[in-house]
């Protein structure tokens, strides 16, 4: 039925499907008075997300790691909405100096925020360490992130309480989730050369951001903290995303044209969790078209998303401890 509705892009419960556009997504929503971060808005799905909440009204702050094409961004963005709220920041997501230096600028601007949009990602790279020393799809896609969210959650939840307004934070995730090594997060492993895949590493970090996604969810209900955490499959999109891997990608593209979606479509899951009203108190959930849908059995095990909030704490502790 999925595949059905993905290839004819026939609408799922929430009246939206895989055809729909972050544009038609957001239609007659007033994101005015919110402010966004979005990791990687500098470019594909990250910058028509950063464009389309724009548009309504969002003050969107794109934290990106080169920062001539964040500023070329802001500048696309303005070039078509001339009252576009658009700031850049600097972030290099594998390193946690620079998250850190990240989250205090965005802290010392005095700013509410809203939303957090965890997008940015590398994918099937050859095997290489972040400079903190840790396996670099894992570092940047989950690690740097989980960090990112930590620093900047207090905020999120004092603007959540101070507003009344509920803070969404939203994953970027993969259908990649499903093809992990065997034991799903390789706790003993993470940096292990040997046995390294491009592909499973990736799948492994985009099962580690659903698995962030629900522990967070998990605590911030428990608080009663008014924060939402999901994580979102966006769609197969050509973008920069494929670069370690264009040929095989465009070959995969040729032989599953139906199953590809434009840019524009590949933004609206995220922008429908960020902003839609139906999404109101839904937590700890996954999205693909903007639907909700099953994860894999390990991304919904509790077990293993406390175990990897763990681990992912141990690994922050060891290396912010370094000189
Ligand atoms: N496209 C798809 O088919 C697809 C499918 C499933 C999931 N996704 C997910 O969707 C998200 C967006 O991907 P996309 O397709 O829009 O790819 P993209 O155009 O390559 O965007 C990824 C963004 O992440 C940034 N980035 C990479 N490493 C970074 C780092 N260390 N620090 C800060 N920013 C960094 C990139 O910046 P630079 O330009 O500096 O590298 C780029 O702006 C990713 O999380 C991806 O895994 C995409």
Redesign the pocket.
Known sequence: MAIIRLITGWPGPSGFGSATTAEQVTAGIDASGLTVII?????????ETSRVLALRGAHVII????MK?ANEAKQTIYESNENAKVDVLQ?????LK?VKACADSFLALNLPLNILI??????FCPYQL?QDGIEMQF???HL?HFYLTNLLIEKMKDTASNTGIEGRIIN?????HLRTYEEGIRFDAVNDETSYSDKKA?GQS?LA?ILHANELSRRLKEEGANITVNSV???????????YSLNFMRFMKLLTFLF??N?PQ?AATTCYVAVHPDMKGLSGKYFLDCNEWPASDFARDPKMAKKLWDYSNHLLDTVLRQP
């Open positions: 990791t990687g808005g500098a470019s594909g799905i990250g910058l934290a990106a790691r080169n094409a972030l290099d997501l594998s390193c620079s965890n997008n940015a990602g590398i994918m972040s570092a940047t896609n740097g970027l995730s993969s259908i990649a990736y985009k951001s499959h966006p769609g197969l999109i050509m973008t920069n995303l494929m670069k590809w979606k840019v590949g």
